[in-house]
């Protein structure tokens, strides 16, 4: 139980384009998201919360023009990076807790997207 | 806040051996702690979790202790393998009036490298 599936695995795209990762909870419905960044060598970052039916909540110095997120449903979140440049090139995860008083659930990680930026 | 790690501490260790990974952390508010092991192009994998109210729990090979005086987790795993080389992370959170959505804070990781 607990998983958590990202499509696209991995992206290449071109600078100024648009791309589009989609976050699944397969067996259980996640009231809660969220988007990490995860640069080589480093911890993971948090960039956003995503609860179901609601604005996301974005961490200090994220764009959240440049990254939208939605959360249409209990078991799908997506991550958009816009007009993508080089330096969004990075490894995307996001997680899902199925907890509805903002309490300790559990995250349970998707298996990352890796985005390449040309 | 977000914690950012430029050059990740390492631990080499020989098959067989018992390792520890320690963590330490910031926050005395933090109620929740979590080990995850993350594999090359891979996300994190949820491995042994501890609540404040506890100083120790264990699991299949692997035990977390909690020591909330001093603000220091540590992950012991029994009789390394080399399935077991991974970067580890601990990750820290509360319900500060349960507005936080469980909002993790991570450490910033231990490469774990088994040899044969």
């Known amino acids: 139980g607990a998983v958590v599936s990202q499509h696209p695995s991995w992206v290449i795209c071109k600078s100024g384009t648009s791309v589009k990762i989609e976050c699944r909870s397969l067996?259980?419905?996640?009231?809660?998201m969220f988007w990490y960044r995860q640069f080589p060598k480093q911890s993971l970052m948090l960039m956003a919360t995503s609860n179901e039916g609601s604005k996301a909540t974005y961490e200090q110095g994220v764009e959240k023009d440049k990254f939208l997120i939605n959360h249409a449903s209990l078991t799908l979140s997506t991550l958009t990076v816009t007009s993508a440049h080089p330096e969004d090139s990075s490894f995307y995860i996001c997680?899902?807790?199925?907890?509805?008083?903002?309490?300790?659930?559990?995250?349970?990680f998707g298996p990352g997207t890796r985005l390449l930026v040309l | 806040g977000e914690s950012v790690g430029l050059h990740l501490p390492t631990l080499s260790v020989q098959e067989g051996d018992n390792s520890i990974i320690n963590c330490a952390y910031s926050?005395?508010?933090?109620?929740?702690f979590i080990w995850y092991k993350q594999e090359s192009g891979k996300g994190p994998q949820f491995i042994i979790d501890?609540?404040?109210?506890?100083d120790k729990r264990q699991g299949q090979r692997v035990t977390v202790l909690l020591n909330k005086t001093v603000k220091h987790l540590s992950l012991q795993i029994a009789a390394t393998q080399p399935g077991d080389s991974a970067v580890y992370f601990c990750?820290?959170?509360?319900?500060?009036?349960?507005?936080?959505?469980?909002?993790?804070?991570f450490g910033q990781g231990t490469i774990l490298t088994v040899h044969p």
């Open positions: 990750a820290e959170t509360n319900n500060a009036g349960g507005t936080s959505y469980g909002k993790l804070t």
């Open positions: 997680s899902a807790s199925a907890d509805t008083s903002g309490g300790l659930e559990t995250q349970y």
């Open positions: 501890i609540r404040s109210n506890m």
């Open positions: 926050n005395s508010a933090s109620d929740y």
């Open positions: 067996d259980f419905q996640a009231t809660t």
